[in-house]
């Protein structure tokens, strides 16, 4: 098994086919083809299946797929430590990060990056915490910034508390709930999360936590929306509410069209965290800005929560 095989593997798997896969790498169609033979008479078995719709991938490739993936990462991070060494930043990153984590903490450090460090390139990839953090497990990403409580699976991974996230229930102006005060007055309606409510205590289920927290049962959620922004619009014209970040009230571009219904009953918290694998040290382009946002955040002492 060669690294030039696996590269090709991940290759087709990404680009759902053999010819778009050469095409993206620059090869020869037919010598992509090799390179997937060779692999699989390496480890004994058929990586793709070929269907209507493209290739499918055996039980055996997607297994493959998430190691061959951190191996490919960790290589690249290999490469950009040894030019590190010879005095140069550069390459590129791989950043994951929440909305929120985005707009109060990153904004201010991306520009400070590239001025210190003009040969390093960054890719931010955003999304819910579940999705970043199987991201970060596969080595797609260096690091993530995104919320983190006490049930969140940290398992092989360690991290660093940034700041306190305190949310709201988001609702648009003039909603017949806006000058509710209780929990119990929010029974019956309709809710946008992130994802389904799913485990106990984990950031994309603190609106389920919460109903049950007051003894009641777990609320609908009418629509799952992966994008604040496009959460945002949908909430700003619809009846549907929407526990979210409390920032979107004051610098996200919704505030004339949105409202917070100020209910008694607390909402349960997350920590803004920096979390990384623990086996894998970060490369220095990856290190430089972590430390910038953990700088930045003892600076601004952005934490309002606690």
């Known amino acids: 098994m060669t690294l030039d095989q696996l590269k090709a593997f991940v290759a087709v798997v990404e680009n759902g086919s053999i010819r778009s896969a050469a095409r993206t790498l620059g090869v ?33 490739a997607t297994t493959l797929l998430a190691r061959a993936r951190i191996i490919l990462s960790e290589c690249a991070r290999a490469e950009q430590d040894v030019i590190a060494l010879r005095g140069a930043v550069s390459g590129k990153i791989n950043v994951g990060a929440s909305s929120e984590a985005f707009a109060r903490l990153m904004l201010s450090s991306v520009g400070q990056l590239r001025v210190a460090h003009p040969m390093l390139s ?13 991201a970060l497990r596969e080595g797609k990403l260096d690091f993530v910034v995104t919320l983190i409580t006490r049930h969140s699976d940290m398992t092989d991974l360690s991290s660093v ?10 609702c648009r102006k003039g909603h017949r709930l806006e000058a509710k005060t209780s929990i119990r007055d929010l029974v019956g309606s309709e809710w946008v999360n992130t994802g389904r409510l799913d485990q106990e205590g984990t950031p994309s289920n603190r609106l389920g936590d919460w109903f049950v927290q007051n003894g009641l049962q777990k609320p ?53 965290c920096l979390v990384q694998r623990s086996a894998a040290p970060l490369t220095p382009g990856a290190q430089a800005f972590a430390s910038m946002l953990i700088s930045y955040n003892r600076m601004t002492g952005s934490d309002s929560t606690k």
């Open 161 to 170: 508390r940034l700041t306190g996230s305190s949310p709201k229930i988001l």
């Open 122 to 134: 960054m890719h931010i990839a955003s999304g819910p915490s579940s999705l970043l953090l199987s």
């Open 220 to 272: 609908t959620i009418a629509v799952s929306v992966e994008s604040l922004l496009d959460t945002l619009n949908l909430v700003s014209n619809s009846d549907y509410l929407f526990l979210g970040p409390q920032y979107v009230l004051e610098q996200s571009g919704f505030e004339h069209k949105l409202s917070s219904i100020e209910v008694s009953q607390s909402i349960p918290e997350s920590d803004i």
């Open 28 to 60: 020869a169609q037919s010598g992509l083809t090799k390179q997937i033979k060779r692999l699989e008479q390496t480890i004994g078995t058929t990586l793709f299946v070929r269907a209507s719709s493209g290739i499918v991938l055996t039980s055996y």
